[in-house]
């Protein structure tokens, strides 16, 4: 690829990524209500994508193969636990953290 | 209150919420400059793209796209696949992404991931400047990404660290939004619809093609149940 072939394809990647953040906001313009289907959706939808999220990151563990998907599996217990008994965003997030890293370098 | 103090306070109030961000980012934004790095691409081209694009799956993919034939729609096609979720943030985001005057566009072109769900979700303590508070998440978010990009991007191969895992604590963190966001619900429903059809999905379709197929599930299902759901809205 050519210096500007290089340039171009980062420009269409931008591109690309500029239109799925900024369509939804020029289709339904501000100052008018959005048709009430989309209202509902912009109520429903987070919960649903924190769902999706939390899938999307643990995509490529494997039950059937190296660890089976047991350190995260664990860890995620971890993250869990801590945060019903002090809810405390940080600490549930670095305890899990921690706790992965020894269970992968350590265990695993 | 004062413009200055307006959003000294936000910035603030803000950074705390972006530490775990700050932990994640610089290690994969720093995985990116080094992968950039050994591909044989100068550290300004990392820097370039963590600047202008910031989605980080998609420049991941990115520097396979650049280091094959050029095929300029082929890789808007593969972006908006990948991106294609931002469309959800976008409509759940109509109201609060506006009315921030000037803020608006950098929250939209910064509405990454991380940055969607700690905005969406963020408790903004009374007397924060929401529009600040919200522009000082993404701002922070976006300098970490560029800052390991880069520094990866510039010292590359040199680093040897043992930092395996670390990544972790990105899906450590949806975990810890999904049960604050569960909390807040009354109605649980759509929050396992969306575990629900998305690990369907990613079992039925792999890795590599499971997000389009659980995004277009979840909207199915959910439109299913809108009026049922909407009823329950109302008693509730």
Not at chain 1, 3 to 22: A, C, H, K, N, S
Not at chain 1, 62 to 74: A, D, V
Not at chain 1, 84 to 89: C, E
Not at chain 2, 21 to 46: C, D, E, H, K
């Amino acid at each position: 690829m050519t210096f500007t072939e290089q340039m171009i394809t980062i420009g269409m990647i931008v591109l690309g990524t500029m239109l799925t953040r900024f369509l939804p906001f020029l289709i339904f313009p501000a100052g008018k209500p959005a048709p009430r289907y989309i209202q509902y959706l912009g109520r429903v939808l987070p919960s649903a994508v924190f769902g999706l999220l939390v899938i999307y990151c643990l995509k490529n563990v494997s039950l059937f193969t190296g660890s089976h998907g047991i350190p995260e599996l664990f860890s995620i217990a971890a993250v869990v636990g801590l945060h019903l008994w002090k809810r405390q965003m940080l600490i549930s997030i670095a305890g899990g953290t921690v706790c992965y890293m020894l269970l992968v370098q350590f265990v695993f | 209150m004062s413009r200055e103090k307006k959003w000294k306070g936000a910035l603030k109030a803000a950074f705390p919420h972006t530490i775990p961000i700050f932990a994640g980012f610089w290690f994969l934004g720093m995985t990116y400059g080094i992968y950039m790095n050994v591909s044989g691409f100068p550290f300004w081209y990392p820097m370039l793209m963590s600047l202008t694009i910031f989605a980080g799956s998609v420049e991941f993919v990115a520097v396979n796209l650049l280091l094959g034939a050029f095929h300029p729609l082929q890789a808007l096609a593969v972006t908006l696949m990948i991106n294609a979720r931002h469309l959800f943030y976008g409509l759940s985001m109509l109201e609060k992404y506006r009315g921030n005057g000037w803020k608006d566009f950098y929250l939209i072109f910064g509405m990454c991931d991380e940055s969607f769900s700690i905005n969406y979700t963020a408790r903004i303590p009374d007397g924060v400047d929401r529009g600040w508070f919200m522009f000082f998440v993404t701002l922070l978010n976006h300098f970490y990404w560029f800052l390991g990009a880069t520094l990866g991007g510039i010292f590359g191969s040199l680093i040897h660290f043992n930092t395996e895992g670390l990544d972790f604590v990105i899906a450590a963190m949806f975990v810890v939004i999904f049960m604050e966001q569960w909390r807040k619900d009354k109605e649980h429903l759509s929050s396992l619809v969306g575990l629900g059809a998305t690990l369907l999905c990613l079992i039925a379709f792999g890795a590599d093609r499971f997000l389009i197929p659980g995004m277009l599930m979840i909207l199915a299902v959910l439109t299913a149940l809108r009026r049922p759901l909407e009823k329950r809205g109302e008693e509730l």
